[in-house]
C-alpha cells in the first residue's frame, strides 16, 4: 500500500488544522496507519496511529487532547485533526502503514512503517 499526506500549511500558534493520509493499492483492512513528523535538525518521531479494522489507537505525550486520528473507510483515508497548534508542532508530517492482521499492537517504531510517500509542511508561527 501507497500512502500520500496532505493539508498542511502555515497557521498560527492556537490555530487547527487537518491532515488527510490518502492510501492507494489496497484496502487498509488490517494495516496500522501511522502519523510521524520531522523537525527541522530533528529525526522523526511518532505523532499518533490507528488500527483500521478496531480502531485501537495511540498518541504520543506531546499531543494527546490536542490531536485526534480517525479513519475514513468510504474514502480508504487517515484524517489527522490538530487543534490547539504549537510552534514545536512544526515540521514535515508523514503516514505510513504496518500490516499487522488481527494483532491489536500498535507500533510507534517508524522502521516498522512502510509505504512512506512525500511529507505535507505544518508550520505554526507564534
Known amino acids: 500500500v501507497q500512502l500520500q499526506a496532505s493539508g498542511g500549511g502555515l497557521v498560527q500558534a492556537g490555530d487547527s488544522l487537518r491532515l488527510s493520509c490518502a492510501a492507494s493499492?489496497?484496502?487498509?483492512?488490517?494495516?496500522?496507519v501511522g502519523w510521524f513528523r520531522q523537525a527541522p535538525r530533528k529525526p522523526r518521531e511518532f505523532v499518533a496511529a490507528?488500527?483500521?479494522?478496531?480502531?485501537?489507537?495511540d498518541y504520543a505525550d506531546s499531543v494527546k487532547g490536542r490531536f485526534t486520528i480517525s479513519g475514513d473507510g468510504a474514502k480508504n483515508t487517515v484524517l489527522l485533526q490538530m487543534n490547539s497548534l504549537k510552534p514545536e508542532d512544526t515540521g514535515v508530517y508523514y503516514c505510513?502503514?504496518?500490516?499487522?492482521?488481527?494483532?491489536?499492537?500498535?507500533?510507534?517504531?517508524?522502521?516498522?512503517?512502510?509505504?512512506w510517500g512525500q511529507g505535507t509542511l505544518v508550520t505554526v508561527s507564534s
Open positions: 493499492g489496497r484496502t487498509l483492512s488490517g494495516y496500522v
Open positions: 505510513a502503514a504496518r500490516y499487522t492482521g488481527f494483532s491489536s499492537n500498535i507500533p510507534t517504531d517508524e522502521s516498522l512503517y512502510k509505504g
Open positions: 490507528i488500527r483500521w479494522s478496531g480502531n485501537n489507537l
